[in-house]
């Protein structure tokens, strides 16, 4: 698969002073993680990759995030009767959601697990599931148990570029890579891989994300540090409103000398945020068809919630994410936004106060940065003080056509 | 203009016994009802109807009913500071909505409405203005003026079917009609010119609905059975989630016997929701691209905001929609849709009923009702006894070309 363009804006990432991307690394370029990523034959493609193994090859600790969607899958329902500290390793398939599938899909999870745990002389608890791909069709089993095998078998030190293919569906591309970040003392290392597509795709709509970090954590630092990225990233994204029943984070930790404190641990948040944020507008610039990743940038709002509240009518508007796939800087489009989000709110502002890369809408620089890939939309509601930024892409012929055709 | 199909399912409309559509009605159907619609040139084709007027010709009385958008167009804040029961007349323009246009816009609306009202010799406070077209471009007084002067001497008993065109922006067809309601006093009339696309349109996203009766009602009960019938019509229609600055319902009453009240009250009540329904699915049959209206069904929720909400979350989600112009029978979208609007609530089932008119989605019955233009998705959620209907269209390729090219 090919690499991702890179992200221009580096101002979007709001990473800490110290943190550098690590030309071709993957979730094993942190100390003491192997991963692996094999065919099966699931996949349309039966050479693609479809299954993969990341674990700490040390003593780890980890934290989770999950989708807040009502009917989650099956394996986020798994994984939610473990101890989510104590996960030292996950395994992912790529094809099928196991989602809506009841008590076989159950049955069909713990089997690919007790597998993996025999392979891999891991207590089955501590290995967390992820499935992705159809919602309501069962896993074959008769692919997936030796493709675990397989898996398991090829885990290596430099296997996060194969780990990172074999989660993806309709990604055009893996979001991954590996950064490193300067602590007083010593560097750190953060990997990510991470599959999703900025516009939700079918029934393939899910966001995994699995982050390794040689740090050294204590545990519910690095849950409430997994929880603030997830919410400053992942949870900052439009594509189409749509919610997937599989959506996980998971984090790895398994630093081996004192844990972060202080301005380091400080530090490390801000990177894990910024990293994870790196993935996401990944996601929303994998749209089919999305020409443009946009910050959507609420201003002056009264409170979070109006501010974010504003911020999603807009990022979500399928009138305004039109009018930015035909380069149209339409303040009609954003107004009847902002208006219907303030709705029944008192003191509304007569004007509002909108901008493209800083420009109003009738400068003719608004229009001109629309061309780019990546531009911010400011929206200055003059209440009060509060703020939200989203990322958010445009709406095309592609998104239909794709969402259209494919059929369960 | 070409007449709109009719809509085949009847018992979509809830109609009261004794209401029968009267063949080639209009607003001006019931008695003491005059119209007109003439073309000032304003629109693209200048030759079409652009300025309707339509004045009660003896005493009535009003409501009105507007949107809830915090950020209003010019009209509808001018006809807040008025006396919603007083009005008499109702002046429309299509082709600029007046909107984000200030105090000019402001200026504009005033001067239209006195030249109104010295045509009309009618007070000037007592003409309600409604404008439906392009955000943020002023009104063209140069053609409006006269145009307002020959659709006021133009004013006649058979104006009806022209001032129904000349509200009209990008519908395919006007939503026009006139109803006969039997009750024991004797026939009542309603008719009703609406406007609007199921789609919304870029910046042409407006509603606008006039109703007309010469059923006599006592204001207080006119306005309780407009705003119900607007919350069981026009409120109920998903079309994109979007919401106009300009939508208003203005109905007006002018029987001249005594008020209807008890079972006749009733009956008249049901009819207006009826009448005010059948012009709102006409609104998602226009859909562009739209080849499907479906009425979503939640049953068995907690409560009504839950049926609502859930509801709202299938008929507006973008993958259910593209699903439905597919015609893809998708349980995976519907149930990530309910799962999405449930989030954060306990006690989800972890099976939905879902069935397209009464065929559970792997029946085959259930991808053959999928063809039909009119069709039933019932959500049951197995929660409670709480219910709500949405009637929603399908997301095709059409809406994103025509909202995509669409430039202000």
Partial sequence: MTAFPPIERDDWLGAPEGLRLAEGGSVTTPEGYAAAGVASGAKTDRDARDIGILMSTRPNVAALVDTVN???????????TRDRRA????????SKANAATGAAGREDA??????????????VEQIAACSTGTIGERIDLDLALPGIDAAAAGLAQDGGPAFAEAICTTDRAPKTGAFTLDLPGGAVRIGIAAKGAGMIRPTMATMLAFVTTDAALVVEDLQAAAADAAAASFNRISVDGQMSPSDTLLVLANGQGDPLEGEDLAAFRDALAAVCRW????????GEGAEHAVRVRVEAARDADEAERVARAVGDSPLVKTALFGRDPNWGRISQAVGAALARTPGVPADLAVAIDGAGLSDPAAGAAMEKAEYDITVRL??????????????GQAYVSLNAEYHT
């Fill in 279 to 286: 993935a996401a507008i990944q996601m929303v610039k994998d």
């Fill in 87 to 94: 996960f030292r390793a996950v395994l992912v398939n790529a």
């Fill in 382 to 395: 003059g209440r009060g003080v509060a703020a939200y930024d989203l990322w958010a892409c445009d709406l």
């Fill in 110 to 123: 713990l089997a690919m697990l007790a597998r993996a745990a025999e392979n891999l002389d891991v207590p």
């Fill in 70 to 80: 009502a009917l989650p899958s099956v394996p986020v329902k798994l994984n939610r």
